[in-house]
């Protein structure tokens, strides 16, 4: 009875993210991601920076999202200006894509706060391959779903604006603004429109402690709003323990070290709030991000967002 209601879920799964658009991947550890979400995060770290992030979710859960992530960025010689590419790669079921953006930013300096204000823009291609014909049926007098589609482009571009001062951040995006359709048949595929918000900080408690808070907002058409909230503690600038609260869906626990002030690495584990928790042994998430320095300079401290 158990698998079968298992496959009845997935089977819901799929064919909900065919006919009403998948939604964006998440991450718990979205504040070292911010280049996927925010295109005018970019250059932002005043020094080039390449992050991969790995997501296995709903372990044990036939058909879970497996998403992997590449993004690097840097701001240019011109200091104001900041560049960056990405690559992501998303699995969910029979159904595979990859996303391929550019990303450039452009900010205002403020001395009296030492604060900027980014405006970024986002451009690129998305690559979609799927044969919906593997999909599981709990009911055998269904009607069989033969639809595959290999290699379709859809272009896309996004915007965004990203506020930072050395202790906080607030941000505003929308990573994905065309809504591309794909219809075969009966089947549409639909690129809902995400829309972010995206806030936090940090606070120097002593010389060993720094509690950095944030939490971020995702509104999306035809689908009901979402909350992360996360807290975590640094300790010494070395060891980052935090949790992650998604409103209705997941917590999860996350530690990363700063194993130079450049070179940082987390992992994080997460684990359903809904009944999902049935299904699944959880979800878990691998993070590994360089900071890059070309000039003879040194970094007292690593970048905390």
Known sequence: MKRLKLISTVVSLCMSLVSFGQQEPQFTQYLDNMQYYNPAYSGSRDMMNITALHRQQWVGYSGA???TTLAMNTPLKYKSLGVGISLMNDKIGPTN??????????SLRFKKNNGRLAFGIKAGVNLLNGDLSKLSKQDPTEVDVNYRYQGVVQPNFGGGIYYHSKQWFIGVSVPKII?????ATSIKYLDQRHYYLTVGGYV???RMLKIRPS???????NAPMA?????AFIIYDKFWLGANYRVLES????AQFQISNQFKIGYAFEMSTSKLVRYNAGTHEILLSYDFLFKKKSLTSPRYF
């Open 65 to 67: 999202p497996i998403t």
């Open 97 to 106: 894509a990859t996303w391929f953006n550019a990303d450039f930013s452009y």
């Open 179 to 183: 809504q591309n359709v794909q219809d």
């Open 204 to 206: 120097d408690v002593n």
């Open 215 to 221: 939490a971020m907002l995702k509104l999306t058409e």
């Open 227 to 231: 909350l992360d909230a996360s807290l």
């Open 251 to 254: 917590a999860g626990l996350f």
